[in-house]
């Protein structure tokens, strides 16, 4: 955003911008994905070697999960900011033809370099307001997806009847310890002692 507010001054020169950081971006992911597609397929065969069948039906099923929309997914993937490395390396994994990976990498690589830029441009003149606001909100995500990740995985355990009877099993001590005691405490009782009446 930065770079569009202060190295841009004109329309042809953003569209300069956009296209070199596009196809700097679009380089360095192909590069990634034919480096997973080739080595880390090797590498990821000697790792799991005694898993094979099973790594294998894992890619098969995401494989066919994807059915025919494989550039729509990497394009959609690609623009998530947490998710875009590991989608070109998975895609690389997963065998994905290397023209589709580079037709939904093109697409994403043009917009993803484009907001930015666009952004800075056309707020130029508050640049250092917008950035102010733009830091505050990055410096809440991890925050906010990892409170979301959580409420995730709490919602996806909590309805597992074994999850719901261990957790029960394991906080059934501390509840003890926390709830008083009814009706096994003795009656303490006042009486006078003899001699005295």
């Known amino acids: 955003m930065l770079a569009g507010a202060y190295l841009v001054g004109s329309l042809p020169g953003l569209a300069v911008a956009i296209l070199a950081m596009a196809v700097a971006e679009l380089?360095?992911?192909?590069?990634?994905?034919?480096?997973?597609?080739?080595?880390?397929?090797?590498?990821?065969?000697?790792m799991a070697s005694d898993r094979q069948v099973r790594v294998q039906a894992t890619f098969d099923r995401w494989r066919g999960r994807l059915g025919g929309r494989d550039i729509a997914a990497i394009t959609v993937l690609r623009l998530i900011p947490f998710v875009r490395?590991?989608?070109?390396?998975?895609?690389?994994?997963?065998?994905?033809?290397?023209?589709?990976?580079?037709?939904?990498?093109?697409?994403?690589a043009v917009i993803w370099t484009a907001l930015p830029l666009s952004l800075g441009y056309a707020f130029r003149s508050n640049v250092t307001t917008v950035?102010?606001?733009y830091q505050s909100i990055?410096?809440?995500?991890?925050?906010?997806?990892?409170?979301?990740?959580?409420?995730?995985?709490?919602?996806?355990?909590?309805?597992?009847?074994?999850?719901?009877?261990?957790?029960?099993?394991?906080?059934?001590p501390v509840r003890?310890?926390?709830q008083p005691r009814s009706a096994s405490l003795p009656e303490i009782t006042q009486e006078t002692p003899p001699g005295i009446a």
């Open 27 to 46: 380089a360095g992911t192909l590069l990634l994905h034919v480096i997973a597609r080739t080595g880390g397929v090797k590498l990821l065969e000697r």
């Open 85 to 108: 490395m590991g989608t070109t390396v998975g895609t690389g994994l997963l065998g994905i033809g290397l023209r589709d990976f580079a037709i939904g990498a093109a697409i994403s």
């Open 131 to 133: 950035e102010g606001y």
């Open 138 to 172: 990055v410096a809440a995500l991890p925050m906010a997806l990892g409170t979301a990740s959580l409420i995730v995985i709490v919602t996806v355990l909590g309805k597992s009847a074994a999850t719901r009877a261990r957790m029960r099993e394991m906080l059934d």
């Open 176 to 178: 003890m310890r926390l």
